[in-house]
């Protein structure tokens, strides 16, 4: 075909260039694009096991429509499911997320489209796009449910004995759609047989089931916001039941386009194939020369510590605690040992948790109960567990620790942080706190410890603000990861052995030489991160090239925006002081909780935010539009992650994350990192 039958006109003066390929790998089928000499050539075939094989094969299916050699292509780029796996030593090549390929490939056949529906084999997305650029305005994907995708119409259509085809083709005949309640694959089989035993026909089955679908999608786009233009991509794109059902939901008609819109991913990642090869980007990077932060040190000794508490080395009481609202400085002043009990479980230990609590409890406060659970033997080893409660979730867990494993206490702080009674009952709380652990531990809290530890504290968490600070350098001398190993330590080492072990790394870190050299900059906000749940900063710092320089979740920079007055009566001051950090999002006024938010990510220079939360949280699940709204008013991108502890979502939060990135680097005028 000729490119002019296939791109929009008003485009074709910027296709030009040598020979370049687009392959775009899905769940289902490979599909390849090559640009040469003003010809376009497409092959697709079946997704193998072996990803690179059905790349190949794409490849040398269209060397031979072409007659070109693999010596006379200039670049390829690779997206899609299975982009990860392509590797070519002798093309020069890159990955780029299918969400910016199906954008730029929708442009290119058609400069009017604002807005893409992509419906794949395992998920389905919306996406804005730019229409004098092609470039992804905004993005939303399915969270890893089936719901709205072709492995959920295939699961259907084999239910009723028809192929994919044949199950839109029964759709379109309905003239009574059948009301489908469910959208779990797992439910689906149970809902079309028991509608079938009611006598309905296949053709409203299937139509009900395409609604069904459609209608999970059409959420999808109004939180991009449907604009006319709208066209409909992916491997589903050729199913007539989804176009119908989609063109009646949304109602807007879909853009007809010269070819099969399953190759409009290919397209784009050819298109992006040729503007790399014209800016001559190679494949091959240039080691980089940067400091990296040795904290295997930190990590033994942590290790360590923990060791001596199982076995109890220093013949102390040993506590264990739940929130950042409870006061370190009067546990230690009572001579008691104390640990934050904030280790993220794998799937079995939450698994083994949810037994005692609701599947609807988040996965961090499972994997507390779990570790209990399976007699995990720091955990086992505590003498009592306290909490100054926050969320209602935590609260049950303090509840179901005191039933069935250890002696707990549950504390009360006040939702509403600046009226002077809630001061006042959290001062009772903490003197009562006081009463608890001198029966603990047999000692005397006396005046002179207390301000000992509160100075200790104090130095402390001013040592933690300043290696943050560092991070505002362009290029930070510290990952987001290597702050957060640092916070973690502050949960299990004594004060008066974080001072020097801080003071040392901050001294190594300032002397690093500043770099001006700078890459994209995340702000990460929302729920908790717990002690061991490192996979999306490994993902955006070790894979993405990207950097979280701030964050003000329940276990980083927030721990260090408490401080304890070191005048008057101490344990008033304590009340004040904790009282006053930055609060949780359970706390009142939210407002001042989120207008501190975007105060960090603007003063850390942030140009995006992750906002990540567990699934299930209560805190910070059902008020992050508040959060959302105000990042937009400054101006500054988010992207949503809804997260667990299981592994099965990590493709998909990886294509998430990366193509957030490149919306940000395309808007700083950055280069791409990624190769193939």
Known sequence: MLIQEVVDVRLLDKITGGSVIGIDIGSRTGKAVLLSRGQVYTSSVYTGINMQETADELLEDLLDQSALKRSDIDYIVGTGYGRIAL???????????????????????????????????????????????????????NDKCAAGTGRFLEKVAEILELTIDELGQEAVKSGSPSEISSQCVVFAESE????????????????????????R????????????????????????????????????????????????????AAIHALNYSKAAITSTQEAEDVFRLDLTGLENRIAERQDQLIVNAEDRKKVGYLCSYTPLEMISAAG?????????????????????????????????LGAFKEKDPLYTSLDKIYTFYTCDCIKTVGEAIGEFFTP?????????????SSRDFYSSQILSFKADLEQLSGNIITDGELRLQIRQYNEVRKLLTQISELRKRPNPPL????????????????????????????????AVPVREDRTIRLFMAGGIIADGDRKLLELIEDELGARIVAEDHCTGLKIASGYIDEEGDPYRALAEGYIDQTPCAR????????????????????????????????????????????????????????IDYSKSDQGQLKTRLEAFIEVLRERKGLTAVGTA
């Open 87 to 141: 590797q070519y030593s002798d093309i020069s090549s890159q990955i780029v997320t299918e969400i910016s390929c199906h954008a730029m490939g929708a442009h290119y056949l058609n400069a009017d489209v604002r807005t893409i529906v992509d419906i794949g084999g395992q998920d389905s997305k919306a996406i804005r796009v730019d229409p004098l650029t092609g470039g992804v305005v905004e993005f939303v994907m």
């Open 192 to 215: 079309v047989i028991s509608l079938r035993a009611k006598g309905e026909t296949r053709q409203d089955i299937a139509a009900g089931i395409h609604f069904a679908s459609a209608k």
């Open 217 to 268: 999608v059409r959420n999808l786009l109004k939180r991009v916001g449907i604009e006319p233009g709208l066209i409909f991509s992916g491997g589903v794109s050729n199913n007539i039941g989804m176009r119908k059902a989609l063109e009646d939901l949304s109602g807007h008609p879909l853009i007809e386009a010269k070819i099969d819109t399953i190759f409009a991913g290919a397209l784009g």
């Open 336 to 368: 008691v040992s104390h640990i934050r009990l904030f280790k993220a479980g794998d799937t079995h230990t939450v698994a083994s948790g949810e037994q005692i609590t609701q599947s609807v409890f988040c996965d961090f406060t499972k994997s507390i």
């Open 408 to 420: 707990a206490d549950i504390y009360t702080l006040p939702r509403i942080k600046d009226k002077p």
């Open 479 to 510: 990952s987001g990861k290597d702050y957060l190993d640092l916070v973690k330590a502050f949960y299990y080492l004594p004060a008066e052995e974080l001072l020097p072990l801080y003071q040392g790394i901050y001294d190594k870190l300032a």
């Open 587 to 642: 706390m009142k006024p939210l407002q001042e909780r989120v207008e501190i938010s975007g105060g960090l990510a603007t003063e850390y220079q942030a140009d995006g935010v992750l906002y990540a939360y567990l699934k299930f949280c209560p805190c910070y699940g059902q008020i992050k539009n508040e959060f959302f709204r105000h990042y937009q008013q400054l101006g500054i991108p988010v992207l949503e992650l809804p």
